[in-house]
C-alpha cells in the first residue's frame, strides 16, 4: 500500500497496527472504526493508542535518531504469521508518532469549535442544502448530526464516552484538515450499507454504516486470523514505486484516479506501474486496475454538453422519466427542482462517445504494440461504470436506483479500466 500522503499512510498503518496487537477481537473493531471515522474516540481508543501502538513506534524513533530527515529507513513488526511492514523517512516515522499524542492546549471543547467552524461554516450553508435536497427526511437529521458532532455511530447511541479528541486527525489544537463534506458514507457501497440491518431503527442510515463496517472488519480480522499476510507500506510519489518494488512480482495492483490528467496520467501510469504485474505466462490474470475521475469533464466540450441540455436529447428524456417536472416550468435558476434535474444530469447521461474519443486522441491502443500493455476488452474484476443506472426506467425498483445514486452524491462520470500485460 502506498500513498504520497503521510496521514493517509500513518492512519493505515495506526488501523492495522491495532487488528494486530488488540486481542479481543469486538475491541480491535470498535477502536479501529473510531479511530477512522470520528473526530472524538474514547479513553479506551486512546489507551490503545498510547499504551500498545506508540512504543512500537517509539522504538523505532529512538534507534534513527541520529539519522537526517531524509534518511529512509523501514522496520517489520512480526505477530505469529503476520507482519506489517513500514517504509518511512526519518522526517515521517517522527511524525507518525505524533500520530498517538492530543496537540498541547486542545481540549474537547476546542476540538468541537475548530471541527465545527469547517463543517458548519455559514458560508457553506448553500452548498448543504443542495446535498440535503436529494435526502429522505430521516438522513437529513442523521447527516446534520454527523456534521455537528462528527461520530460514526448508530443515532440513538450513547455518545459520553467520547470525550478525546482523535489525535490522527488533529494534527494541531487550531485546525481541521478535513474538507466540510467528507463523509464515511462516500466509502462504502451505497446498496450494501442500506440493506445492512439496522434493528427497529430502519433509517438510521450511519447505523447501518457502522454495523456494516463491523461486519466487514469483523470478516477481516478473522480472515488474516489463519493467513500467514504480510502488509507492506511506503510514501513515495508512485513514480518511485518502481524502484522500490520487484518487477513481474504482483498478481494485482490498484491506482485510485492517479490515472487522471492532474495526477501521473494514464500513460505514465501504465508505462510505471504495469510492469509490475507478472507476466501473462505465470499468471494470464494479473490485472492492473486504474479509475479516471475526471476525464470525461476534461474532455466533453460545449458543443456536446449543449446538445445534450436540449430538451429532446436522449439525456433530458431519460431524466424526466425520473424526475417529472411538475407544474410551472420555472426560469429561475435556484428552483430546488432545477438544481435537482442538473444534478442529476450525470446519471442517466451515456458518456461512451466522450470517453471513446478520448481513447483514441490520446491513442491508449498504442500501449499494446509499443510497451506490451493492453486495456482488457470487458472488465472482470470491477465494473466499467459503477455509477450508472442498472436498470431501465419503468422496471421493477428503478426509481430506488435512481434516488440512491443521487444521494450518494456519485458522479455516472467514473470509470474504471483494466490492463493487461501482453508479453514477458
Ligand atoms: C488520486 S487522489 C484522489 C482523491 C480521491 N479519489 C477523492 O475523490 O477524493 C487519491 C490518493 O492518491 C494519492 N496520490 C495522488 N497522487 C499520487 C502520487 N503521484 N503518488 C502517490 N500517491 C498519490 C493522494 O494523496 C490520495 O490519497
Known amino acids: 500500500m502506498n500513498d504520497r500522503d503521510i496521514d493517509i499512510v500513518a492512519r493505515n498503518a495506526i488501523m492495522i497496527l491495532i487488528a494486530f496487537v488488540v486481542d479481543d477481537i469486538d475491541k480491535a473493531i470498535d477502536s479501529i472504526i473510531h479511530v477512522w471515522y470520528s473526530a ?37 513488526w512480526t505477530f505469529g504469521e503476520r507482519s506489517l511492514r513500514l517504509v518511512l523517512e526519518k522526517s515521517a516515522w517522527d511524525k507518525l508518532l505524533s500520530f498517538m499524542d492530543i496537540p498541547a492546549g486542545l481540549t474537547l471543547q476546542q476540538a468541537d469549535r ?23 427526511p430521516s438522513h437529513r437529521v442523521a447527516m446534520k448530526r454527523f456534521r455537528k458532532d462528527g461520530l460514526l455511530l448508530p443515532f440513538g447511541a450513547l455518545r459520553d464516552e467520547f470525550r478525546f479528541p482523535n489525535p490522527t486527525f488533529f494534527q494541531t489544537a487550531d485546525s481541521w484538515q478535513m474538507k466540510d463534506n467528507a463523509d464515511p458514507l462516500n466509502g462504502w457501497h451505497a446498496k450494501e450499507v442500506r440493506e445492512h440491518p439496522s434493528g427497529l431503527a430502519t433509517a438510521d442510515i450511519y447505523g447501518k454504516l457502522f454495523y456494516h463496517i463491523r461486519a466487514v472488519l469483523r470478516d477481516f480480522v478473522n480472515r488474516m486470523s489463519d493467513l500467514s499476510v504480510s502488509f507492506q507500506l511506503f510514501q513515495v510519489d508512485a513514480s518511485d514505486l518502481p524502484n522500490r518494488l520487484k ?54 466540450s460545449d458543443q456536446d454538453q449543449i446538445a445534450d441540455t436540449t430538451p429532446l436529447s436522449p439525456t433530458t428524456k431519460r431524466l424526466l422519466k ?33 470517453f471513446d474519443r478520448f481513447v483514441k486522441n490520446a491513442e491508449l491502443s498504442k500501449f499494446e504494440p509499443l510497451i506490451g500493455f493492453a486495456m482488457k476488452e470487458k472488465n472482470t474484476i470491477v465494473e466499467k461504470w459503477p455509477f450508472r443506472l442498472k436498470l431501465q426506467p419503468g422496471q421493477p425498483g428503478a426509481q430506488e436506483e435512481f434516488d440512491r445514486l443521487l444521494s450518494g452524491g456519485v458522479s455516472g462520470k467514473e470509470i474504471y479500466l483494466e490492463w493487461k500485460r501482453t508479453r514477458m
Not at 114 to 136: C, G, N, P, W
Not at 272 to 293: C, D, E, K, V, W
Not at 323 to 331: T, V
Open 40 to 76: 472524538l474516540i474514547r479513553e479506551s481508543d486512546f489507551n490503545i493508542l498510547q499504551q500498545l501502538i506508540r512504543p512500537l513506534i517509539e522504538d523505532t524513533c529512538c534507534k534513527i535518531r541520529s539519522k537526517g530527515p531524509q534518511a529512509l529507513l523501514s522496520k517489520t
Open 114 to 136: 475548530v471541527r465545527t467552524a469547517v463543517t458548519l461554516a455559514e458560508s457553506r450553508k448553500d452548498y448543504i442544502d443542495r446535498h440535503m435536497l436529494f435526502q429522505s
Open 247 to 300: 518487477h513481474g512480482s504482483f498478481s494485482r495492483i490498484e491506482v485510485s484516479n492517479i490515472a487522471d490528467g492532474g495526477y501521473l496520467g494514464i500513460h505514465r501510469t501504465v508505462a510505471l506501474l504495469g510492469p509490475l504485474l507478472q507476466s501473462p505466462s505465470i499468471n494470464p490474470h494479473a490485472t492492473l486496475i486504474t479509475l479516471f475521475m475526471n476525464v470525461v469533464d476534461e474532455n466533453i
Open 322 to 354: 425520473y424526475l417529472p417536472f411538475h407544474g410551472m416550468p420555472s426560469k429561475n435558476i435556484y428552483d430546488p427542482r432545477i438544481i435537482k434535474f442538473n444534478l442529476a444530469r450525470s446519471i442517466v447521461a451515456n458518456y461512451d462517445y466522450i
